[in-house]
């Protein structure tokens, strides 16, 4: 069996077009999908001559191994105007494969792919997967909407809440498995940016936690009105506190809405998941970008490739700004909003410490009746188990919006490129 595989893989080996892991590569073409640029590892890998490649539709390099369902995500999105990552499958002219984690992105014109070589163990997990999306396809008859659906579903399973999600865990992989390949320190930001993803998961728990423990007290004042009426005279003392922790539980529940976003659908911490994934995207981009451009322009100063390929530095150049200045604005923004939550959590602490002493003359109360409150102790018991875990959860929440803040500073960018720079006190990203 060992052998078979062995065998089978230098065969597959054989028909792969190799390339090294330090050759990065790019092609631009126009809104048609037409090539218009790209650099010499772009065409050397292909096969094909400049001649062939200039004018030609992009999807010349195309594989037929690839899901349809991958490319309608793809072009889906970017031309939302959302660059995005994706692995692929291309075919050289000589009929040889190639896998590359290509970053698409959106120009005035057209569209930029530069791509990387895949190492990391997601890359293993995405072949597989593009395999049995393929059979899928074929067995099904499925169209590329219908694929991609499917696709969507798979990634949901996997804990993904988008594709986007998904392509940013992707690119961050690839780039800690490139850096590892190339004897590179881990980069820190990318890093702390990793980290964040489970405590944010951490955080929303406890935020559902919350939302589930105001919701099982609503009915609280209700019970102690009818234990009320059977104790004491209308308007007794019972009677007044219900209604007192009543109106301080209506107005805890109200502020609850600090912890949520989008007219109370997400959760903010869920909110605030989906832009870390996509600060992510961004800030690995970037160093994708970087290396690019250096390399592009190391070509340009020993001869241009093509006419124009100035150009192209030029456009790698705009774009690597680009990049950088969304990656930090996603930053002061989760930034922003982890601390508004921090506030939020202190707050509405307050206001629990208000309702626990209405509690705590409940209780008093149930003294003064001694035996006839009986009927009284299982909501008061209800009552102390409340404001146990609800303490409890807040001093968890504020804990993690503390980690959170701290893991955001350590990935905010400083300055870019030397030209671009954040600014702590008005939390503004500017050239």
Known sequence: MTLQYSDAHMAEKADEAAFDIEELFFSRTDARGVIAAGNEVFRR????????????PHKIIR????????????????????????????RAKDGRYYWVYAVVSPIEGGFVS????????T???AKAAYKAFLKLEQSEGLSPEESAVAIRARLKDLGFPNYGA???????????????????MEDGRLRSLKELLPTLVELD????????????????PSNMRIVASRLEPAGGPISAISQNYRLMSDEVTNHLGGFRVENGTRSLSESV????YRGLFMMAASRLQREVKEVSMAALGKHAEQDGFQTEVEI??????????ESGSVLVSVFNDVTALTRSAKDLRQLVTGLDSIRVLCRVEAGRLGAQSASLMPVINQLDTFHVEIDATLERIMSLAERIKGLVEAAMPRTFNGSLHYHSATGALSR
Do not use: C
């Not at 961050?172 to 390949?181: G, I």
């Open 205 to 220: 728990k406890e935020q559902q936690a919350l939302f589930a423990a105001f919701a099982k007290i609503r009915g609280i």
């Open 123 to 125: 890359f293993e997990g």
């Open 45 to 56: 890998i292909s096969g094909y001559s400049w001649d062939e490649l200039v004018g030609a």
């Open 63 to 90: 594989h037929s191994d690839m899901p349809k369902g991958v490319f309608y995500i793809l072009w889906e999105r970017i031309k939302q105007g959302m660059a995005t990552g994706a692995y692929v499958k291309n």
């Open 114 to 121: 530069v791509r990387m070589k895949p190492t990391s163990a």
């Open 166 to 184: 998904y392509s940013s865990y992707a690119i961050a992989q690839e780039m800690s498995a490139r850096d590892a390949a190339l004897s590179r």
């Open 273 to 276: 998941m989906l832009r870390i």
């Open 316 to 325: 790698l150049t705009t774009m690597l700004d680009d990049y950088m200045i």
